[in-house]
């Protein structure tokens, strides 16, 4: 809707857009060999070609193929649906080529301030402004940046209604799963361990535990599942082999709403997480873990960059951990860029031929 009223804006004519919601219950039992129906009652009424605006068009079995020869006839077409049948291998396989796929996150937290109306002027963090994103921060930190989330006093209602459905609808329904006991213990299992580097037998042996058996290979494709429907990402560590790379990982949520439905006492964990969220969405398969001697949360290693997270840094022994094990990593690849992301906590770490800034979470994301 915002590009079209962008097309509007720009001087395009309304008879120009063509827009189908297919979620209108007037149209829920067309099939695929009708959609041709939409372009000739087009023609009726329009001339010229029009620009094509499918919305939730994943309810028809089938479209793939007319969106494929929209595509070959050079019409400019725009199609949107449920993430986990938009982007699955048989529509890649259908449309190769053809398409170009722009993926729509959860709001970050400038997008966030925006829709509660506080604006950042230069210098904002040394006026007011600067206790308005600190007190709007707590509810981005603690239910995450869904644009729904915020109009609802009942938040955490609302994120297990929408969890229910990612879980149900895109995952269970669409995969054919049985044993959906299984599958949300998994899902519980990982938002537990949302720090930590787990592996596929680890996973493997967190239901058996319960007397339940299940086959590795189950449990990768679990996953995979979980990932397609964008719940759940992936990250490796930077000195495994590649090999290993696949079967030892960190998993981490696309949003800290979602996560924290699991957490008791999740300040840590959400903390992590929400760094995970900001580089994933920029580096996606650039982004590992670094783990050799040493652990640090996050290395982009074409960046440059290492990146560790504490919600403090006050204990001696936490400040020590964080801080040597930059300095090794610094030293080991000529890093510059070294960070602690830390929730309120600011300073600089002097080293021998490098600086660590220490920066709290809220100013981080909005740099």
Do not use: C
């Amino acid at each position: 809707m915002q590009h079209i009223q962008s097309l509007l804006a720009k001087g395009h004519s309304i008879n120009e857009i063509l827009y189908i919601n297919f979620e209108d219950e007037r149209i829920a039992d067309i099939k695929s060999s009708e959609l041709n129906l939409i372009l000739e009652s087009y023609y009726e009424l329009f001339q010229g070609e029009p620009l094509v605006f499918l919305d939730e068009i994943q309810n028809i079995k089938g479209w793939e193929k007319f969106a494929r020869r929209l595509a070959d006839e050079k019409r400019k077409v725009f199609i949107t649906g449920s993430n986990a049948q938009m982007l699955s291998r048989e529509i890649a396989t259908t449309l190769g080529g053809r398409y170009l796929i722009e993926e729509v996150f959860p709001f970050d937290f400038s997008e966030f301030l925006r829709y509660e109306k506080i604006q950042l002027l230069p210098h904002w963090e040394y006026s007011s402004v600067q206790g308005d994103v600190v007190r709007i921060f707590e509810n981005y930190f603690n239910f995450g940046g869904f644009p729904e989330v915020i109009q609802y006093a009942d938040k955490r209602s609302w994120l297990t209604s929408l969890y229910q459905k990612i879980f149900l609808s895109d995952i269970v329904a669409r995969n054919g799963i049985r044993n959906e006991q299984m599958l949300r213990l998994l899902v519980r299992k990982l938002a537990e361990n949302v720090q930590q580097p787990t592996s596929m037998q680890r996973l493997k042996n967190i239901p058996e535990s319960t007397g339940n058996k299940i086959a590795r290979n189950t449990i990768s494709e679990y996953l995979k599942y979980l990932q397609d429907a964008y719940l759940v990402f992936s990250i490796s560590n930077f000195t495994d082999k590649i090999a290993e790379r696949e079967s030892y990982k960190k998993h981490y949520f696309y949003d800290n709403g979602i996560l924290n439905l699991f957490l008791y006492q999740p300040e840590t964990k959400l903390l992590e997480n929400l760094v995970a969220i900001v580089l994933w969405k920029k580096y996606k398969e650039q982004l590992y873990y670094y783990m050799k001697n040493v652990e640090v949360d996050f290395f982009i290693p074409e960046e440059k960059v290492a990146i560790q997270v504490s919600y403090s840094i006050t204990d001696d022994v936490t400040f020590e951990r964080k801080v040597n094990a930059l300095k090794k990593i610094a030293q080991a690849f000529d890093i510059q860029k070294l960070y602690i992301i830390t929730k309120n906590q600011e300073k600089e770490i002097e080293l021998e031929n490098a600086t660590i800034k220490v920066i709290p979470i809220w100013k981080w994301l909005l740099n």
